[in-house]
């Protein structure tokens, strides 16, 4: 029995017409340590009691982003767009544009782990989103006409956390292949009974092959 086939993950939009959850850099900051002490994360390296240099900054950045977004404006939209407020928000990572309210909210805890290069590598992807809802080929298209790369925003060390804790207590099983020590997660030990579908597709013509059970990792 070859491995269940991995079900394509649901996708939670995030609607843009709700409230934002919008609320000062000085409450989030405090939020994100009271989430890392939650994980028992060990975040010393990154100085989180230093409230004076944090908050400098926080509305520092926030400060530029504004600048940012009145030069883009100027040289890619003729002036053309209204200016929108620029936040911290609670995502684990990333941001999002909210439209009724012409909001742009760029996660705390991302900025704070990964610096200012993914903030603003965030904040131009939604700035491109305030022309273009969609991630279009013309989205990606605009997106790098403003200096953005497109690339996926990175996972924090919270998010990674909190991903972990789920699979722990709702994938308990971990096991692997022998052949290729891909590990996977299951619900049950009924798992022990399937083999690494990509190997058995790989050297048994896609038939089982005990060669390739899996084992508990």
Same mark, same amino acid.
């Given at each position: 029995?070859? /491995?269940?086939?991995?079900?394509?993950?649901?996708?939670?939009?995030?609607?843009? =017409?709700?409230?934002? =959850?919008?609320?000062?850099?000085?409450?989030?900051?405090? =939020?994100?340590? +009271?989430?890392?002490?939650?994980?028992?994360?060990?975040?010393?390296?990154?100085?989180?009691?230093?409230?004076?240099?944090?908050?400098?900054?926080?509305?520092?950045?926030?400060?530029?982003?504004?600048? %940012?977004?009145?030069?883009?404006?100027?040289?890619?939209?003729?002036?053309?767009?209204?200016?929108?407020?620029?936040?911290?928000?609670?995502?684990?990572?990333?941001?999002?544009?909210?439209?009724?309210?012409?909001?742009?909210?760029?996660?705390?805890?991302?900025?704070?782990?990964?610096?200012?290069?993914?903030?603003?590598? %965030?904040?131009?992807?939604?700035?491109?989103?305030?022309?273009?809802?969609?991630?279009?080929?013309?989205?990606?298209?605009?997106?790098?006409?403003?200096?953005?790369?497109? +690339?996926?925003?990175?996972?924090?060390?919270?998010? +990674?956390?909190?991903?972990?804790?789920?699979?722990?207590?709702?994938?308990?099983?971990?096991?692997?292949?022998?052949?290729?020590?891909?590990?996977?997660?299951? +619900? %049950?030990?009924? /798992?022990?009974?399937?083999?690494?579908?990509?190997?058995?597709?790989?050297?048994?013509?896609?038939?089982?092959?005990?060669?390739?059970?899996?084992?508990?990792?």
């Amino acid at each position: 029995m070859h /491995a269940p086939q991995k079900q394509g993950k649901k996708k939670y939009h995030r609607h843009t =017409n709700g409230t934002p =959850n919008e609320r000062s850099a000085w409450e989030l900051l405090k =939020n994100y340590r +009271r989430a890392l002490s939650r994980y028992n994360i060990d975040a010393a390296e990154l100085d989180l009691d230093n409230n004076f240099y944090w908050l400098f900054r926080l509305e520092a950045l926030l400060a530029k982003a504004h600048r %940012t977004f009145d030069e883009i404006n100027a040289s890619h939209f003729g002036g053309q767009l209204l200016r929108p407020r620029i936040i911290y928000c609670t995502r684990s990572t990333g941001g999002y544009y909210n439209k009724n309210r012409h909001t742009i909210g760029i996660s705390l805890s991302m900025m704070i782990e990964h610096g200012e290069p993914e903030f603003f590598e %965030t904040l131009l992807h939604e700035i491109a989103h305030i022309q273009i809802a969609s991630h279009s080929p013309k989205f990606y298209e605009l997106l790098r006409a403003i200096g953005g790369s497109g +690339r996926k925003a990175p996972m924090t060390i919270l998010l +990674r956390a909190k991903r972990e804790r789920y699979l722990a207590e709702h994938y308990p099983v971990r096991v692997r292949c022998p052949n290729c020590r891909k590990e996977y997660r299951y +619900r %049950t030990r009924r /798992a022990l009974s399937y083999a690494c579908r990509p190997c058995c597709q790989k050297f048994a013509r896609g038939k089982f092959d005990a060669r390739f059970r899996l084992v508990m990792a």
